[in-house]
């Protein structure tokens, strides 16, 4: 089962502004949101004079979480919150499909709800599933997100967190990505085995792996091929809303082809990018793959049909979706009591097609 819950930021506050929150409670003590959890959970860990204080506070403020409502019996839900970027992109709704493929076969349901690269939208999308009383999370992270010392205090309070798609070194835990160094690289050797040796990169402006990664399998290619790396060559995109992205898109194509010594061919670091990049340059009037290629990272089942067909790095979207699943039920269910946290990155593959076919 599948619940989605689509609503704006506003909304989500509203919702939130209801009920004192957990770090409503953490911030009126002076303690820690681990703390407030697991006073509220009755742990061993907390002297009795501090659950006190914390249970008159809750009391007092009305406070009624439904994770303390349901601390009976089994104490778990059957519900996993899913934190994604956004629901219009084809890489994220196959992971959800290998995501509900799992829950579903484990009696879970999943509750989706998306950031739209918001960080304080995400903190708000966290929130509302820890309250609701979520047995785990899965999040893909924002492009803005930076800081990640809110998950890692939910985690310290018993909650099972799993990254997947976008990861970071700021928490310890199960995390199951796409191997972007890799895929990057292919994508830009295929280039250069196709005879282009100017190659110009779009990314995102943010400091997730997904751009890091991207950004150095591209300058690795060109350095194992004995091609030097040119910084205007390299723009990033502001992924905050679509109407920004394409305006910055516009401007860095314009940029590149007015270049003196301009680009013969572009590598789009997402899935977002690399299609409205490919409709762009058409309606800017430039000759695919004769005036420039272009290959990309999409998962989009429309790349043979678009003019020209698009090349592209594919990732095993459904797979990653259903192994960061698979992790996080581990860790639900406690399969492992002292978890070794893993890191896996699975392989991408590039599809050749018309746009990078080679004019040389």
């Known amino acids: 089962m599948i619940i ?21 409670i953490a911030k009126a003590l002076n303690l820690s949101i681990s703390t407030i959890s697991k006073s509220l959970n009755d742990s061993y860990e907390i002297s009795i004079d501090t659950k006190q204080k914390v249970m008159e506070y809750a009391q007092k403020h009305h406070y009624s979480p439904n994770r303390l409502a349901k601390g009976l019996k089994e104490g778990k839900s059957r519900s996993i919150g899913v934190v994604v970027c956004s629901l219009d992109n084809n890489v994220i709704a196959q992971m959800l499909d290998g995501i509900d493929t799992v829950s579903s076969d484990n009696s879970y349901q999943i509750i989706i709800m998306q950031s739209k690269e918001s960080e304080k939208q995400e903190a708000a999308c966290i929130e509302l599933l820890y309250s609701g009383g979520v ?5 893909s992270p924002a492009c803005e997100t930076v800081d990640f010392s809110y998950l890692r205090s939910l985690q310290e309070a018993g909650l ?25 690289y292919d994508a830009t050797m295929h280039l250069i085995k196709s005879g282009y040796k100017n190659i110009a990169h779009l990314n995102t402006n943010t400091t997730l792996s997904i751009a890091t990664e991207r950004l150095n399998g591209y300058k690795q290619a060109l350095k194992d091929s004995g091609i030097a790396y040119r910084s205007e060559l390299l723009r990033s995109c502001d992924y905050s809303d679509t ?19 301009k680009p013969d061919a572009i590598f789009t670091a997402t899935d977002q990018i690399s299609t409205r990049c490919l409709t762009l340059l058409n309606k800017l009037g430039y000759h695919i793959p004769n ?12 790349a043979e049909a ?13 797979e990653m979706g ?4 698979k992790k996080l039920i581990s860790l ?3 399969k492992d009591q002292h978890p070794e946290y893993e890191t896996v990155m699975l392989e991408t593959y590039i599809k050749a097609r018309a746009s990078t076919q080679s004019n040389h």
């Open 322 to 325: 259903q192994l960061a699943a």
């Open 160 to 184: 099972p967190i799993v990254l997947f798609d976008r990861l970071s070194d700021q928490i310890n835990t199960h995390k199951v990505g796409a191997d972007n160094f890799q895929g990057a």
């Open 306 to 318: 678009l003019s020209p067909a698009l090349s592209t790095v594919h990732q095993p979207a459904f």
């Open 332 to 334: 639900i269910e406690r």
């Open 243 to 261: 109407q920004k992205l394409n305006s910055d898109l516009e401007e860095a194509i314009l940029y590149f082809m007015n270049l003196t010594d």
């Open 291 to 302: 005036d420039i290629a272009l290959i990309g990272f999409t998962n989009t089942d429309l």
């Open 135 to 139: 047995d785990g999370i899965l999040i």
């Open 4 to 24: 989605i819950a689509n609503s704006p930021l506003h909304q989500i506050e509203i919702s939130m502004n209801n009920s004192v929150t957990l770090k409503d």
